[in-house]
């Protein structure tokens, strides 16, 4: 099995590690301390081929394919995991518009999405009461004579304040749970969608998250992304491909918070004389490698088009509970050096937390896992 990476995944992660230290680092602590949409640095991002990484060339995408797009989020994570979902999000919403629209979706928003006229992209699935479970959405599309008639509400948008693009889900029949739901592109600017106020997060403060409200928006046909009715399967497909962008995020935050506590320890010799200091973050090391193998596997299947659904879960839940405890370790081994803003690992600490929520949760990663080994071995 051979590891190494082709010289084009080489020259994306260098890129990103460029973008990041030059564009990303100036600004990410005062990012995190003011909050708010990370506007500049995403407008940099196009510029750097950080927006459609695994887009084909012709939308004006890098195409430089799913690993090389892994490798980009974690360097980007690990200066500034909020920028960072913000691409995550539209490097998304490009893929699935890139492969579920028809030519002319494609050709009017694939490009806008890759050179930032969109501004970002944003993917409105959640709402209240249907979180882990899209099924339960009550956001309904009527159609009439002149297209489509959106009402209802979504919730925790990301980048919901500035997107000039939201994927939409809503129900367009009664059929129960998520047969019947069907997916929209909305620009940003369609009377009747209005967007609430930033949310006050945990962590995340360089990424806006908000509410969406759809009041008689109306649409017209040619905004039905795919077949009426198989929305459902859009949002899972897409799913599938984001939670590879998440453990990438989540194994970029990590790995930022033990460069911190390498370089601390190595700054102090008593605590470079203990075990357990150093077992601490041998175990870290250890954890954060495999999950970065656990990624670029699911990530590497994504790209040969094979089946990868239950191995971008493996990677997702295992590289953001990895990522998390590794923050958690480091913080133990600086002790009240960590809990200086400074230092920037009770950010890492506060950015991480979610990537074990979005895009589905824990549970819903060992949900999916299950269930495929269970059919895998016979089970229902
Ligand atoms: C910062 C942030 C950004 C977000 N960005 C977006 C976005 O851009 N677009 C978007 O559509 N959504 C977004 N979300 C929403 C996110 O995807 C949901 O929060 C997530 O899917 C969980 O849904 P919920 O919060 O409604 O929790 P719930 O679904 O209510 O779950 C609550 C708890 O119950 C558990 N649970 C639920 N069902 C089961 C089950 N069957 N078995 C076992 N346990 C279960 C969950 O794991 C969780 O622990 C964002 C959320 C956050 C916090």
Redesign the pocket.
Same mark, same amino acid.
């Given at each position: 099995m051979d590891l190494s990476l082709t010289p084009g995944q080489e020259t994306v992660r260098d890129a990103a590690r460029q973008y990041a230290a030059d564009v990303l680092a100036p600004k990410a602590v005062q990012l995190d301390v003011e909050g708010g949409f990370p506007l500049d640095n995403i407008r940099a991002a196009a510029k750097a081929g950080m927006t459609a990484i695994n887009v084909e060339a012709a939308l004006g995408g890098r195409a430089a394919g799913t690993i090389a797009y892994s490798l980009a989020v974690t360097e980007m994570a690990r200066v500034c995991a909020g920028t960072t979902?913000a691409l995550c999000?539209n490097n998304m919403v490009a893929e699935v518009v890139a492969h579920f629209g028809d030519e002319a979706q494609r050709a009017s928003h694939v490009p806008r999405l890759a050179d930032g006229r969109h501004v970002v992209g944003?993917?409105? $699935?959640?709402e209240?009461?249907?979180?882990?479970?899209p099924g339960a959405m009550r956001t309904r599309a009527i159609k009439t004579d002149r297209g489509w008639v959106i009402n209802g509400e979504?919730?925790?948008?990301?980048?919901?304040t500035d997107a000039g693009l939201f994927i939409v889900w809503a129900k367009t029949n009664d059929s129960p749970g998520p047969r019947g739901i069907s997916t929209f592109l909305v620009p940003g600017d369609t009377p009747g969608l209005s967007r609430g106020k930033p949310?006050h997060?945990m962590g $995340?403060h360089g990424?806006t998250?908000t509410a969406l409200q759809f009041t008689d928006c109306e649409v017209p046909h040619s905004a039905l992304l795919g077949v009426e009715g198989k929305g459902f399967g859009v949002a899972m497909m897409a799913l599938d491909g984001g939670r590879i962008g998440i453990a990438s995020q989540a194994l970029g935050i990590g790995l930022a918070a033990v460069d911190t506590a390498v370089q601390w320890v190595r700054d102090n010799v008593a605590a470079a004389q203990e075990q357990a200091v150093l077992w601490a973050l041998a175990d870290s090391a250890t954890e954060l490698d495999a999950a970065r193998l656990l990624t670029l596997r699911a990530a590497g299947l994504k790209e040969r088009g094979a089946s990868f659904s239950q191995e971008a879960s493996h990677a997702k839940v295992y590289a953001t509970e990895r990522a998390w405890k590794a923050c958690n370790r480091v913080l133990d081994v600086m002790g009240e050096a960590g809990l200086d803003r400074a230092a920037g690992v009770e950010r890492n600490l506060r950015d991480v937390r979610?990537t074990m929520?979005?895009?589905?949760?824990?549970?819903?990663q060992r949900?999916v896992i299950s269930r495929n080994i269970m059919r895998r071995f016979g089970g229902s």
């Amino acid at each position: 099995m051979d590891l190494s990476l082709t010289p084009g995944q080489e020259t994306v992660r260098d890129a990103a590690r460029q973008y990041a230290a030059d564009v990303l680092a100036p600004k990410a602590v005062q990012l995190d301390v003011e909050g708010g949409f990370p506007l500049d640095n995403i407008r940099a991002a196009a510029k750097a081929g950080m927006t459609a990484i695994n887009v084909e060339a012709a939308l004006g995408g890098r195409a430089a394919g799913t690993i090389a797009y892994s490798l980009a989020v974690t360097e980007m994570a690990r200066v500034c995991a909020g920028t960072t979902v913000a691409l995550c999000v539209n490097n998304m919403v490009a893929e699935v518009v890139a492969h579920f629209g028809d030519e002319a979706q494609r050709a009017s928003h694939v490009p806008r999405l890759a050179d930032g006229r969109h501004v970002v992209g944003a993917f409105a $699935l959640s709402e209240p009461g249907a979180g882990s479970d899209p099924g339960a959405m009550r956001t309904r599309a009527i159609k009439t004579d002149r297209g489509w008639v959106i009402n209802g509400e979504k919730l925790w948008i990301t980048s919901g304040t500035d997107a000039g693009l939201f994927i939409v889900w809503a129900k367009t029949n009664d059929s129960p749970g998520p047969r019947g739901i069907s997916t929209f592109l909305v620009p940003g600017d369609t009377p009747g969608l209005s967007r609430g106020k930033p949310e006050h997060k945990m962590g $995340l403060h360089g990424s806006t998250t908000t509410a969406l409200q759809f009041t008689d928006c109306e649409v017209p046909h040619s905004a039905l992304l795919g077949v009426e009715g198989k929305g459902f399967g859009v949002a899972m497909m897409a799913l599938d491909g984001g939670r590879i962008g998440i453990a990438s995020q989540a194994l970029g935050i990590g790995l930022a918070a033990v460069d911190t506590a390498v370089q601390w320890v190595r700054d102090n010799v008593a605590a470079a004389q203990e075990q357990a200091v150093l077992w601490a973050l041998a175990d870290s090391a250890t954890e954060l490698d495999a999950a970065r193998l656990l990624t670029l596997r699911a990530a590497g299947l994504k790209e040969r088009g094979a089946s990868f659904s239950q191995e971008a879960s493996h990677a997702k839940v295992y590289a953001t509970e990895r990522a998390w405890k590794a923050c958690n370790r480091v913080l133990d081994v600086m002790g009240e050096a960590g809990l200086d803003r400074a230092a920037g690992v009770e950010r890492n600490l506060r950015d991480v937390r979610v990537t074990m929520i979005y895009e589905g949760t824990s549970e819903v990663q060992r949900i999916v896992i299950s269930r495929n080994i269970m059919r895998r071995f016979g089970g229902s």
